[in-house]
Nanobody, 126 residues
Framework: RIYVVESGGGSVQAGGSLRLSCTVS????????MGWFRQAPGKEREAVAA????????YYADSVKGRFTISQANAKNTHYLQMNSLKPEDTAMYYC???????????????????WGQGTQVTVSS
């Protein structure tokens, strides 16, 4: 069974930083996409960032470019989302998800991701 586990959420004031972590286990794929998504109350889920493990190509939503950085640990089954210059509009539940398609690129649609974590809450106060 595949497990996806997020950690690192919390509350911070605007302008602050948080780092989210995501660990995936129970898989045998050599390359895949790890994506971060978020959903605020009353809003649709949106993609935030993604990384392709083979080569480390990264993808970002326009709303977070220059502020968020996605990266992976050497073991490649742990990924991070460093969030700087946080804004109140970044407040949401953040989810980590894996896409096993092996396409060579990362899709940005949630329905393309097969395994999801439980989510971690990020709250940014003004």
């Amino acid at each position: 069974r595949i497990y996806v586990v997020e950690s690192g959420g919390g509350s911070v004031q605007a302008g602050g930083s948080l780092r989210l972590s995501c660990t995936v286990s129970g898989f045998t794929y050599s390359d895949y996409c790890m994506g971060w998504f978020r959903q605020a109350p009353g809003k649709e889920r949106e993609a935030v960032a993604a990384i392709y493990t083979d080569g480390g190509t990264t993808y970002y939503a326009d709303s977070v470019k220059g502020r968020f950085t996605i990266s992976q640990a050497n073991a490649k089954n742990t990924h991070y989302l460093q969030m700087n210059s946080l804004k109140p509009e970044d407040t949401a539940m953040y989810y980590c998800a894996a896409n096993w398609g092996g396409r060579g690129y990362c899709p940005f649609a949630g329905y393309d991701y097969q395994d999801w974590g439980q989510g971690t809450q990020v709250t940014v106060s003004s």
